[in-house]
């Protein structure tokens, strides 16, 4: 079955620090990936998606994901957080057409001041 | 609309009461999924739709839960005899296709004491 991984399950930074959070995913076969932020209180948003091409993705708010199929990992990283990104971030994957999403359980991120 | 929609926001139930959640996706959007987060943290599919057809219930349990997608409604989650245990916060998404990116909705915290 095909499942996600997040291993860092709270960050804390200083603003201007620079972030990468971890995802690894479990499948051998061809999988769309994403994340998303949960902000306090809010629905989740889409940061970016990978489904192919470039492995090198680039989302919303300057946040941007590589894809490495070797390591079947899909990291998130931001050269420099601000407070502003504090909040819930997922790693999610999925496969073929219309297949639901398999969730991480999140990175809790806190950027202090 | 332009958002997918999710009422009500908040839903108090007591325990074997019924619950109904409602979801309309986003329009023209032939996808609808439905997601349970509980603790804030793992999000478990439920039930996929294609138009009004399920496409994929392989998370819905087996007892209790029941969706439908009609035309011109809004898609609805309905929990009979709710439990403790059904406590959470439940999202539905939308997608265009099979293969694009899903927009989530806000979400309905069910409660049930």
């Known amino acids: 079955a095909q499942s996600v991984s997040q291993h860092n399950h709270h960050v804390i930074l200083s603003e201007a620090a620079s972030l990468e959070l971890g995802c690894n995913y479990s499948?051998?076969?061809?999988?769309?990936l994403f994340w998303y932020v949960q902000y306090p209180g809010q629905h989740l948003q889409l940061l970016l998606k990978?489904?192919?091409?470039?492995?090198l993705v680039k989302g919303i708010k300057g946040f941007e994901a590589e894809f490495i199929k070797s390591k079947f990992s899909f990291n998130l990283r931001k050269p420099s957080v601000q407070w502003s990104d504090t909040a819930e971030y997922f790693c999610?994957?999925?496969?073929?057409?219309?297949?639901?999403?398999?969730f991480g359980t999140g990175t809790r991120l806190q950027v202090t001041l | 609309g332009e958002e997918v929609a999710q009422t009500p926001k908040h839903l108090v139930r007591g325990e074997g009461q019924k619950a109904k959640l409602y979801c309309a996706p986003i329009?023209?959007?032939?996808?609808v999924f439905w997601y349970q987060q509980v603790l804030k943290n793992e999000f478990k599919f439920l039930i996929s739709?294609?138009?009004?057809?399920?496409?994929?219930e392989t998370g819905m349990p087996k007892e209790r839960f029941s969706a439908k997608c009609l035309p011109n409604s809004p898609c609805s989650l309905e929990i009979q005899a709710t439990k403790l245990e059904d406590s959470a916060v439940y999202f539905c998404?939308?997608?265009?296709?099979?293969?694009?990116?899903?927009?989530f909705g806000q979400g309905t915290r069910l409660t049930v004491v």
């Open positions: 998404a939308s997608s265009l296709l099979g293969n694009t990116e899903a927009f």
């Open positions: 499948y051998g076969g061809t999988v769309n």
């Open positions: 990978y489904f192919s091409g470039d492995p």
């Open positions: 999610a994957a999925s496969t073929g057409t219309a297949s639901k999403l398999t």
């Open positions: 329009k023209g959007h032939s996808y």
């Open positions: 739709f294609q138009n009004e057809n399920v496409f994929d």
